[in-house]
Nanobody, 122 residues
Framework: QVQLVESGGGLVQAGGSLRLSCAASGRTFSSFAMGWFRQAPGKEREFVAAISWSGASTYYADFVKGRFTISRDNAKHTVYLQMNSLKPENTAVYYC???????????????WGQGTQVTVST
């Protein structure tokens, strides 16, 4: 089992930045690829970004390229999502997820956090 706890969400004005954190506990953190997903009101959950167990490989949804950066610190068992140039359409609950194995892909995640709300005002 892996337990995931997100933090860092909040209210920010358009054009601002937030850094989300996801603290993991349980099984060996470095054996998991990690991902961030989001779900806006009335919409399905969608993939945002993923990172390999070592941090060497990353993968992003097209709509965040150049604005969001995923990273991880295996010593701290934490994965981050730095979000810059935020837009109102980025408003959603953001979820952290863990995936067994080494693939950096937008599917097949086994463990999920409870989510953190990000609200971007105009």
């Amino acid at each position: 089992q892996v337990q995931l706890v997100e933090s860092g969400g909040g209210l920010v004005q358009a054009g601002g930045s937030l850094r989300l954190s996801c603290a993991a506990s349980g099984r060996t953190f470095s054996s998991f690829a990690m991902g961030w997903f989001r779900q806006a009101p009335g919409k399905e959950r969608e993939f945002v970004a993923a990172i390999s167990w070592s941090g060497a490989s990353t993968y992003y949804a097209d709509f965040v390229k150049g604005r969001f950066t995923i990273s991880r610190d295996n010593a701290k068992h934490t994965v981050y999502l730095q979000m810059n140039s935020l837009k109102p359409e980025n408003t959603a609950v953001y979820y952290c997820a863990a995936r067994s194995g080494h693939l950096v892909v937008p599917y097949g995640y086994d463990y999920w956090g409870q989510g953190t709300q990000v609200t971007v005002s105009t």
